[in-house]
């Protein structure tokens, strides 16, 4: 199986001297292709700090990190933003729609800046619209739809250009339970259809059920990690069993 993202010795430090925070300390993480991962911990465990290093929207102190044999932390600011555009797709809780756009006009963007062909950008935006249930709504402009279709627009948009990872910022934050599950539902099948590779942060272990592996994440150190077996069910009942004893979060995990 081929690995989409290596984490080697990842460690990142805030502060000045005497005053010094390590928010990661010594990550070592690999990702497979076709992998649906969560990562969780309580709030202040480095989980959105891993996710920017991937991400490229920050650096580490020290260590590498390799994205489809890339090594990211070596790319100038060119090369960086073409990596994330071609190499990343991006959901995020707040959207990140452009409200001047329609929802097709938002989800082709990124291949509308690659300059890619007309016929090929119909095609793609074809299948990922049905897949994700969006078609009757691709006139349409963001005010016009309600979260939940936001957020698969984004999905959409995510997915479009085919990236050896997408990643997931707290995607059910903004939504209600219903739209959650929806959407949940959504990247679940975008990952068995497509072998799409799914890296998602989240506090709700609702959200991580859905996921095929779990890891979890304690005063920026890998504590362990889950594996999916059994029923969704069952798998939830261990997240929350996990999350118990890391403490923090429990209040709002349910």
Known sequence: MDTVLTATNLR?????????YAALN??????????????????????TTLLNIISTIDFPTSGTVMVDGQNISKMNENELSDFRRK???????????????????NIILPLTLSSVKHTDIERKLNEVSEMLGIKDILQKYPMEI??????????AR?????????????????????????????LENLNKTN????????????????????????????FTE????????????????????????NSDII
Do not use: W
């Open 226 to 249: 889950l594996y999916r077996s059994g029923t969704r069910k069952e798998f939830f009942q261990k997240i929350l069993d996990v999350l118990k004893t890391l403490g923090g979060d």
């Open 158 to 186: 995510a997915v479009i250009n085919n990236p050896a990872l997408i990643l997931a910022d707290e995607p059910t934050g903004a939504l209600d339970s219903r739209s959650s599950a929806d959407l949940l539902g959504c």
């Open 146 to 155: 309600s979260g939940g279709q936001k957020q698969r627009t984004a999905a």
């Open 87 to 105: 190499k990343l797709g991006f959901i995020f809780q707040d959207f990140n729609l452009l409200d001047t756009l329609t929802v097709k006009e």
């Open 26 to 47: 010594s990550i070592d993480l690999e990702i497979e292709k076709g992998e649906f991962t969560a990562i969780m911990g309580p709030s202040g465990a480095g989980k």
């Open 12 to 20: 990142k430090v805030y502060g000045s001297r005497g005053n010094l």
């Open 195 to 222: 072998n799409s590779t799914i890296l998602m942060v989240t506090h709700d272990a609702f959200a991580a059920s859905y996921c095929k592996r779990i890891i979890f994440i304690k005063d920026g150190v890998l």
